[in-house]
């Protein structure tokens, strides 16, 4: 057991960790956004479907990772913005909306596997985006592996999530979306425009959703398989609970769910005997102890999932 | 008269528009969409046993729909209909097990009621995390769902598992629930999901309490005022719908599968919302609605068997319609406009 825990054990472990929780962390960054403007996208799981495929398709037919990585952002954003259009246009329930997008990708999205792999004798493949050691900071012990050694998509995330925390915690920008998701009535009375600022938060989330899929094909696995996500889309929205709606913290949130997903293949190599359903079971349990413990602290944006119609009274 | 025009127009925009789409799909998948037609409603129509899979089919979506309903009418959003229905066919799997010698009926009966309980207490946890304390239901019913399915596969890989295999399910369960007609797999939880869509009529239309989750659906603050409690009321719709779909749940347990699996529910609670939504929350509407649902499914099952048809044309028809329902309005405008240029 304690030969178990070598620095090569944990060092293989943060990576596998770290690598696990990128989809996680990109689809919650975007849909941090989405809820900070009031819009609850249940329909996480059709955004990253769709950049999977997406992605998958036009890399395979281009032969170019960067025009998968486009294709994959352009299929998430469409989605999104027919739940954004749903949501904000026709005022709709948002809920119902995602669970009809994610069945409807799930469908459509296998339905095009099916043709594509039909017409191919040798099932699609993909390349998948290099690993690139950043010099200097991979060297570190125990995290420089896991954090730099990694492909470009995650150090675009870095960025992104740094990004992310200036803009909604220190811009104007970041308080405008604070308002619309808060009180839409008393934002679009001050001048913001909240229908086009609703829409621009789904656009975030739809490209990062989008990403999100697209990391999955172009970076871990090279293949798209029938319902690949395989629930991602439900765990990020946990990761968003979890992580407060802030950026860093819901990075820190995928980790620790991407760890316990990581935890479950080498639970017999440590001679630890649960159940691999325990550790699958976990990340939700946490939500939920999380959400009990911000009874009376944190709340939900005032107007989350509740559709705002300017002429009504 | 107006009116009714505008009726017929909306119906044909959206059986048009689905039928296209139908349509597209058979044709990339390379068949001929008219024998397919011909297979789709052969699959349904043409053998007692594929009418009869229809109804089986729709039971656990018209038990679950109905909870759901429930929910909505009452401003519960629940979307944890998946996982009450494996806590409901966890607790009938322990029932059942339960090795005591009584009548068969009897201990259907036992089984059937635990599912009920335990699907209500399931609910029970987003319910009262709501009415106290004000947690969004969503999450917390969509977290439910996944923990009640992990629940499974620790359970039937430990306690409840078969000793005689090494397979992740449970023995063989000796109550079941009867077939009522022979030689199909139709059984008596089709006939008790018939019964639940007259009760929960007679409980939302024609009781008081009926009326109060209605008003605590439709306005909380005229709730309070008119001296309804609320939080009861929430309970009360959080419960009865976890309940339903745990019988739901138990129904495919002890009528179809007779063991517990991983795969017994299947993402069926997920579709039983949407059940909910086209039943317009009203229990013939659910009825009607789940049997639609069902026949989509036999009738593209059979399409694919015999005309490879991938059957994933059910999530992608099941998502549109829903999609258009939820356009609902635009449809309207545009049929409206039309009118009106037509008119002019």
Redesign the interface.
């Given at each position: 057991m304690e030969q178990i825990f070598t620095l090569a054990f944990l060092t293989s472990f943060l990576s596998a960790a770290v690598s696990t929780a990128i989809p996680l962390a990109y689809a919650s960054m975007g849909e941090i956004y989405s809820e900070k403007a009031g819009i609850l996208n249940i329909g996480l799981e059709a955004n990253m479907l769709a950049g999977a495929f997406c992605s998958f398709a036009v890399a395979y037919t281009s032969g170019s990772l960067w025009m998968g990585l486009l294709g994959g952002i352009v299929g998430g954003l469409a989605v999104c913005m027919l739940h954004a259009f749903i949501s904000v246009r026709l005022a709709q329930n948002q809920t119902i909306c995602g669970i009809a997008l994610n069945i409807f990708l799930l469908g459509i999205s296998s339905y095009f596997l099916k043709i594509l792999v039909s017409n191919n004798p040798a099932f699609p493949q993909v390349a998948t985006f290099p690993k690139l050691a950043i010099p200097g900071l991979s060297a570190i012990p125990l995290i420089g592996e896991a954090l730099f050694n990694q492909n470009i998509l995650v150090y675009i995330l870095y960025l992104l999530i740094g990004m992310s925390q200036v803009l909604l915690k220190h811009t104007q920008w970041g308080n405008s979306l604070t308002a619309v998701g808060e009180h839409p009535r008393a934002a679009d009375t001050v001048g913001i425009r909240v229908y086009r600022t609703q829409y621009l938060a789904a656009a975030i989330n739809g490209m990062l959703g989008g990403m999100s899929g697209a990391y999955m094909v172009l970076a871990q696995l090279g293949v798209f398989t029938e319902n690949m996500t395989a629930g991602r889309g439900y765990i990020a929205l946990a990761v968003v609970i979890f992580g407060r709606r802030e950026p860093i913290r819901a990075a820190l949130a995928a980790l620790l769910f991407g760890a316990a997903e990581c935890m479950q293949f080498r639970m017999q190599a440590l001679g630890i005997d649960l159940p691999a359903q325990f550790m699958n079971m976990l990340p939700y349990l946490i939500t939920m102890i999380a959400l009990l413990g911000s009874i009376g602290k944190q709340r939900d944006p005032e107007s989350l999932g509740k559709p705002y119609i300017r002429d009504a009274r | 008269m107006r009116k009714y025009t505008v009726q017929v127009a909306r119906a044909l925009v959206y059986t048009g528009l689905t039928l296209a789409v139908a349509t597209l799909?058979i044709l990339?998948?390379g068949a001929s969409p008219l024998q397919c037609a011909g297979v789709f409603i052969r699959g349904i129509f043409g053998s007692l046993n594929g009418f009869a899979e229809v109804l089986v089919k729709a039971a656990p979506l018209m038990l679950a729909g109905l909870g759901i309903s429930i929910g909505f009418r009452s401003g519960f959003?629940n979307?944890g209909a998946e996982g009450q229905m494996y806590m409901g066919a966890i607790a009938a799997t322990v029932v059942a097990m339960w090795p005591v010698q009584m009548p068969s009926w009897i201990h259907v009966t036992l089984a059937m009621a635990a599912a009920f309980l335990a699907g209500g207490l399931w609910a029970f946890i987003p319910g009262i995390?709501k009415a106290k304390?004000?947690?969004?239901e969503?999450?917390?019913t969509?977290?439910?769902n996944?923990?009640a399915f992990?629940?499974t596969?620790?359970l039937i890989?430990?306690v409840l598992q078969d000793s005689t295999d090494y397979l992740p399910q449970s023995p063989a369960l000796g109550p079941e629930l009867a077939g009522i007609l022979a030689p199909t797999r139709l059984h008596a939880g089709f006939l008790l999901a018939l019964l639940m869509v007259l009760i929960v009529w007679w409980l939302m239309e024609h009781t008081p309490t009926g009326f109060e989750l209605q008003v605590v659906g439709s306005n909380k603050r005229a709730a309070r005022c008119l001296g309804i409690n609320v939080m009861k009321s929430i309970v009360i719709a959080s419960c009865l719908g976890g309940g339903l779909a745990g019988i739901a749940g138990a129904g495919e347990l002890l009528g179809i599968q007779h063991r517990l699996l991983e795969g017994l529910v299947g993402g069926s609670g997920?579709?039983a919302?949407?059940v909910a939504?086209l039943g317009r929350n009203n229990p013939w509407g659910v009825l009607a609605a789940s049997i639609g649902f069902a026949a989509l499914q036999v009738g593209a099952n059979t399409m694919q068997r015999q005309m490879g048809i991938?059957a994933?044309?059910?999530?992608?028809?099941?998502?549109?319609i829903?999609?258009l329902l939820?356009?609902d309005?635009?449809i309207l405008k545009l049929i409206e406009k039309r009118k009106v240029e037509g008119a002019a």
């Open positions: - | 799909l990339g998948a959003f979307i995390l304390f004000g947690i969004s969503i999450i917390n969509l977290m439910l996944y923990i992990d629940l596969g620790i890989r430990g997920y579709t919302i949407l939504l991938p994933a044309i059910v999530s992608i028809l099941t998502g549109f829903v999609i939820l356009c309005a635009l």
